[in-house]
């Protein structure tokens, strides 16, 4: 690989986040990282001037609102930073020529099937939902060249408290001692955060169009978080089985089963198992 200042330009709006932070990781491995400091997604002249300074060749759009509860109590906030937010970023890549990477989410779907394709309709249910899959049919209408990569559950630690990440919100209960209610019948394909980096710039040189990314099977959402308690060494009881959803709850989709034959036919890097990405979490927290 060529000196630093010879290598595509990328910069990852969002970098201070849970997953834009392992991207940006990822990102700063393989390419000239930029600097996405000060830029507010929601204010276009304040993505106008981030790409004026900075001048990158490829985007990875991670901000946004993923907390799917706040998003269906902050309406309009969530509106402005996952719908004109992405617009604002997809219409400055058109405008500079820049490949964007917009990352949505598999709750475009209800979770009423066994699994889901990328040519599937979406079909949300939640109002994260609906203003991710507004996004990515705006931002595929705005952006000359764009990736857009739909994940159904990222784990993983978080660079700093109060990020998105549920497995630090998870370890900070159990350290206290206090038990978590996970839902028994919500099935995902997760994928462990430092992955997501690794398959998009395998994708970023030649792919373009929707993809899905997640483990090759599923895992309830309460197995997935008793995997990770036992491993971390806290017993068992501190993970309560919920059978109901409780007051105030966004809906969620029962199965997100996102296939991933589409992208291992672009990326040489091979789509892990669920227990795999556990165990990968595990390890980042040992």
């Known amino acids: 690989m060529g000196p630093v200042s010879e290598r595509p330009a990328v910069m ?53 609102i993923s907390d799917i509860d706040r998003c269906e109590r902050e309406k309009e906030r969530a509106e402005a930073v996952n719908v004109t937010g992405a617009v604002h970023v997809a219409r400055e890549c058109s405008r500079a020529g820049a490949l964007l990477v917009f990352l949505s989410s598999g709750a475009v779907f209800d979770g009423s099937r066994e699994s889901y394709t990328e040519e599937d309709a979406v079909t949300p249910v939640s109002h994260y939902g609906r203003t991710k899959a507004k996004a990515e049919m705006l931002v595929a ?26 497995l630090d919100k998870l370890a900070a209960s159990w350290r206290a001692g206090r038990g978590v209610a996970v839902a028994v019948d919500e099935l995902r394909n ?19 169009g929707i993809f899905h990314l997640g483990s090759a099977d599923l895992l309830s959402r309460y197995e997935l978080t008793l995997k990770l308690a036992q491993g971390m060494g806290y017993p068992a009881s501190l993970v309560i ?38 165990q990968r979490c595990l390890d980042a927290t040992a």
């Open 12 to 64: 990852v709006i969002g970098s201070r986040g849970f997953v834009g932070s392992h991207i940006a990781r990822s990102a700063r491995a393989r390419y000239r990282l930029l600097d996405d400091e000060g830029i507010d997604i929601t204010d276009h002249a304040s993505v106008c001037r981030g790409f004026e300074r900075e001048k990158p060749a490829v985007v990875v759009l991670a901000a946004a």
């Open 141 to 166: 209408e705005a952006a000359v060249s764009v990736i857009i990569l739909r994940l159904s559950l990222v784990l993983g630690l978080g660079p700093r408290p109060g990020t998105n990440s549920l």
């Open 190 to 208: 997760p994928i462990d955060a430092p992955a997501v980096g690794d398959f998009i710039f395998e994708l970023a040189p030649s792919a373009r």
């Open 241 to 278: 089985p919920q059978q109901q959803p409780p007051p105030g709850r966004a809906p969620r989709g029962r199965k997100h089963f996102l296939l991933t034959g589409k992208i291992q036919k672009f990326c040489r890097t091979p789509v892990p198992t669920a227990d795999r990405v556990v």
